[in-house]
């Protein structure tokens, strides 16, 4: 694959709450390479969203608090080197977002058109005729029909499927190159969600640039993901190219996630099958066991996990895994493989 | 039906313009606000007018009398509204009122409501110690009944004009201030000021222009709120001999011809109050209407 774009290095995202602090995301590493879409996967509460928000150094402060010694390295620069002017000339034109809900991310008192051209004349210097007529060409570029009329359309005239749209556009505005998608297609009909993600595919192919897809829906990273991260509890427990995620996951909470999807195919004759759910529940951030965050819900855990906390190591190329007893191939929960 | 392109804000004027109850009393403000126009560019009823007496003490409505002119010399003439002690027209007195009325209602609702919600916003959108301090002053303002500042603040800055709209603007704004900051705090939690930031937008810019335009129902009903809030101050301050000096308003001459109800001399009392009256009640209803249309969850 291409070269790095965005490495980040040991993040810790912390919170400062009225009992205590709570690590939302703890010591979290990963790279993205040009052109390719990472899955960000997990429930939630795992640290995926403020992992994000940290990226783009969001995360409201206080009583959130990014620790001096994470390193997220976009572009060739040290974003927590940044000061906060130079932060916003990042955030849009290198680092672009698209929200889950299209309708309180849109401003309800400005018109498509106008909140498009508005990033456009603070990135790119544009005139306001010019703004607008890139602004009409960018919304027919993301599939909206009549964009000249649409243009002049205030969110709440717009479908779901026409926002989430819109919203694409405007994050696709300024070309940046990681675009963001925090469950861009949760909020959409069923029959929209796969038209977005059929969009972002085809923009993305076209620009080359990189996709970080954060979602709980593990159908949504088969579909467009080429390598995926889970997390858990505010860490990356699991990182795999698509196909041996899916094929072999090494922790047990990936086998778990994977297990929980509904089968058709197991319930064929008329015979349905209980549904499998991964037992227990994730634990209190402010009172984290002591050793593996999963031993209490894991069917192989052992003495050794609730003493010693496993960290992310190697396996295999690309993948790793922070697990003191990663799953062999087929290995499944006994209730799983019942059901 | 939804006409293409429509902005919530022309949305909200067209709800407007179906409230009957809402548009008689822009009507009667209106007609009242072109009055105070017409006054203040002298067109009528001038200050001078209004203090030069015209004609004996106590001339009752309707009836005859010699009046005088401008130039001093006398021709009978029937009178409108009146005499006061003075021998001076109610009348007059009474229209040059609604300029008073109108300029203090103005200006004090667009101080107070700019300095609410400028702070408002800065301490809902900031939060942190700015926020403490301005809760502060909030705190401290509303402890103590507003009267009372009212009379503090006027008295202090001595009787007239301006110390009545200081003292109405400095005690008004609290009311603005909370609400907004407590809109801007719901406001800064939506994903739009999310979305914005992440495309890059200073923290300026989300205030005035993503946070504000989304206060305009709060705005518009304080404007009118405040304004009669205003009216009704300066009419309670006058009549406590701290307001006005010098020219009339209503205050002044319902506070000055209280003695004359006792004698039988009703009609100046009685005039200023109608035409308070009759204003506030317009002005109410059409505040009434403005909240109804312009509250964004009833707007559809």
Redesign the interface.
Known sequence: MGKTVLEVQNLVTEFHVEHGVARAVDGVSFHLEEGETLGLVGESGSGKSVTSLSLMRLVPSPPGRILPSSRIVLGGRDVMKLSEREMQAVRGSEVAMVFQDPMTALNPVYTVGNQLAEVLLRHEGLSREKARARAVELLEHVGIPAPAKRADSYPHQLSGGMRQRAMIAMALSCSPRILIADEPTTALDVTIQAQILELIKKLQRETGMAVIMITHDLGVVAETCDRVNVMYCGRIVEEAPIRDLFAAPKHPYTRGLIDSIPDLEASRGGVRKPLFAIPGMVPDIHHLPAGCRFAERCFKAADACRSSDPVLSDLAPGRRAACLTPLAAGERAPAAAEA | M?A??????RKSLRKLRRDRFGMAGLAVVGFFGLVALGVKLGLFCTLAQATTPVGPQFVRPGAAYQRTLADGTKAAARSLFGTDIQGRDVAVKLVYSIKQAFAIGVIVAVLSVAVGVVLGCISGYF??LVDDALLWLYTAINSVPFILWIVSISYAFGRGFTGVVVALAATFWVGVYFNVRAEVRRLKE???V?????????KWSIIF??IV??L?HLIFVFLSLDFIAAVKNEVILSFLGLGIAGEPSWGVMISNARLDLLAGKWWEVTGATILLFVLVMAFNMLTDALQDAFD?KKVG
Do not use: K, W
Request: aromatic share 12%; proline share 7%.
């Open positions: 939804n293409h392109g429509e902005s919530l804000f939060g942190g939506l994903e739009f999310l979305a914005s930031e992440s495309y890059g937008a200073s222009r993503d335009p989304n305009s964004p």
